[in-house]
């Protein structure tokens, strides 16, 4: 279980928004927040939720920071506007939740969703938006100039992703900034020992065809969430020479990122990714950078074949993956057919990401097996990729889903990707071949369309998120029940409308077509199933329809029949973040 984020985008192509009309339409949608005794609420609602989602689409990528560094005096008139929101919210919620609401039924539910709506596009303004410019300016510093603004908005971009992907593995992390168009002189550095550092650790710098590789690393056996974005945010904060590259107008970076959870390789930095292509004795090929999500089961074999000479203290697989690329690329390969050769030749379940400094603008992505994923984000002039879709949802809830298991035409399972820089935040800049070179064309209808945000997944202020899902238990399941429990005769009784009963599952287990249930879920999931289903069994224990709790993975790898129509399945979800 790791993380692997990247960010890979093209300068602006819309300026920042007006000023004032930010300030007017978020006063807007504050006076457009009903009152509970207010005529049409359901309507009121979603009116404020249309005008902040407005404003929130025009502060998403850089030219939304530009809008606020260029005018500081509207973050305030913005938060106060969207406290008029949070109130006129809070208090919606507690007239729902009390006996004078008159809503019930499909009213409630519409109600209920209106507010779903009207929360996350306030909490995407107050604390998507309005936090990444803060973080951006933090990482910039004062005075930055606009290709400094643009190159830390996307290391926040990562940082941030991080920040959520590291529950899937926290014990080290990285980022790899390559900038072009710094306007230094390479040949004149100052080393002071980044220039020449054999294990590729924190802080390390390289010169690649004439570009700059930055690289920052943390790596502890033990800490907490947040640890390792804090150390990497105060390497960059420092840094000089990061800085002093930024400076130039012509500046350009290109983030790849990761967060492990150690499988091979002890836990340090030289073991952290993204590792390069760097070999003892040999420095001097391509240079490429690599992270990995997975296992090359066959990396000792590899280095074997190839008689790699990978320095002692890098023991993790993922070292093969840049070393073999540049080998390849060296050969005259091209970049793209290196890299398919290389990640076709291993073995096991992986998910990686890779940069050629040769070709700054592309980032290269592969993906095979079951036990991984990689999506592509489509974000307005960037593409994000995440392992996890909740690593992009803060800029986009569009993204390509990457398969590793799905054969092509020509029965090979296994995808690569080419994103071109660009174009950015397009399909067309997508392309997509097999393991064996077949070409897959990417059409729109493959792009998935995210129902999380980044208020679903917030720890918050809590250490980890097992003790924030039980404090906030109580509300969560409160809110749950609202409007599914109604008082008929002094008896409290289930009012499930057709949303979450569906007339075609009434009428089959009247009918007996339905004979059996199926209770599904993973992990935690998987227990509410086995309540739920003990739940059922007793309700219908004088029917001929059996119920049976299992794990999601027991059901679609071993008991799916060709006819199942006479089955019902309830599956459980869970949060997606413990």
Not at 278 to 295: C, F, I, K, Q, S
Not at 386 to 394: D, F, P, Q, T
Not at 402 to 425: C, F, H, I, N
Request: charged share 20%.
């Amino acid at each position: 279980m790791c993380g692997i984020i990247a960010v890979l985008s093209r300068p602006a192509t819309r300026p920042a928004p007006d000023p004032g009309w930010l300030v007017e339409r978020a006063a807007a949608a504050a006076a457009s927040v009903p009152a509970p005794t207010g005529q049409d609420l359901t309507a009121s609602i979603g009116d404020a939720a249309a005008v902040l989602e407005d404003v929130d689409r025009a502060l998403r990528g850089v030219p939304g920071v530009q809008a606020f560094i260029e005018h500081p005096n509207v973050v305030e008139q913005l938060r106060g506007a969207l406290a008029t929101v949070d109130a006129g919210v809070d208090a919606l919620e507690a007239w729902a939740d009390s006996g004078h609401c008159s809503l019930a039924g499909a009213d409630l539910e519409a109600f209920n969703e209106a507010m779903i709506r009207l929360k996350d596009a306030a909490w995407a303004v107050s604390r998507d938006r309005l936090r990444t410019a803060e973080a951006v300016v933090d990482l910039a510093g004062p005075n930055a100039g606009a290709a400094a603004i643009a190159a830390m908005h996307a290391v926040q971009v990562a940082l941030s992703a991080l920040d959520r992907l590291e529950v899937r593995g926290r014990d080290s992390a990285g980022l790899q900034l390559l900038v072009e168009g710094h306007g230094l002189d390479v040949s004149s550095l100052p080393s002071k020992g980044r220039l020449d550092d054999p294990l590729f650790t924190s802080m390390a710098v390289r010169t690649p065809e004439g570009h700059l590789s930055f690289v920052y690393k943390a790596a502890a056996e033990i800490g907490e969430l947040g640890d390792n974005t804090r150390a990497l945010r105060g390497a960059m904060r420092s840094d000089e020479l990061l800085h002093l590259a930024l400076a130039s107008p012509d500046a350009k970076v290109t983030v790849l990122g990761h967060t492990r959870w150690a499988s091979v390789g002890i836990i340090s930095e030289a073991n952290a990714h993204p590792v390069n292509h760097e070999e003892d004795g040999r420095t001097d090929g391509p240079y490429v950078a690599a992270v990995l999500n997975g296992d090359v089961d066959n990396f000792a074999e590899l280095k074997e074949r190839w008689r790699l000479e990978i320095p002692a203290a890098i023991t993790t697989d993922a070292k093969v993956i840049p070393v073999l690329v540049s080998r390849q690329i060296g050969e005259g390969l091209g970049p793209d057919d290196a890299f398919r050769r290389t990640v076709a030749s291993f073995n096991g379940s992986v998910a990686i990401a890779a940069h050629d400094a040769g070709r700054p603008e592309h980032l290269l992505l592969a993906l095979r097996g079951s036990g991984q994923s990689l999506n592509v984000g489509l974000a307005e002039d960037a593409y994000i990729v995440a392992s996890e879709a909740y690593g992009l949802v803060e800029m986009t809830s569009t993204y390509l889903r990457v398969d590793g298991e799905v054969p092509s035409p020509s029965g090979t399972r296994g995808q690569v990707l080419v994103l071109d820089g660009s174009k950015a935040g397009t399909l067309e800049g997508i392309t997509r071949v097999a393991y064996d070179g077949t070409e897959l064309p990417v059409a729109d209808n493959e792009l998935s369309h995210a129902t999380i945000t980044t208020r679903d997944i917030d720890r918050g202020a809590f250490p980890h998120y097992l003790l924030k899902e039980l404090t906030e238990a109580p509300s969560s399941f409160r809110k749950t029940l609202r409007g599914r429990v109604e008082e008929r005769d002094g008896v409290l009784r289930a009012a499930l409308g057709p949303d979450a009963v569906p007339p075609a599952l009434s009428e089959g287990l009247r009918e007996g077509r339905i004979r059996r249930i199926l209770v599904i879920g993973q992990g935690t999931a998987a227990v509410a199933g086995q309540g739920v289903a003990a739940f059922l069994s007793a309700a219908l224990a004088d029917t001929p329809v059996s119920v049976t709790s299992l794990p999601a993975t027991e059901l679609s790898g071993f008991q799916l029949d060709d006819d199942m129509s006479d089955a019902a399945v309830v599956a459980v979800s869970q949060s997606g973040t413990t």
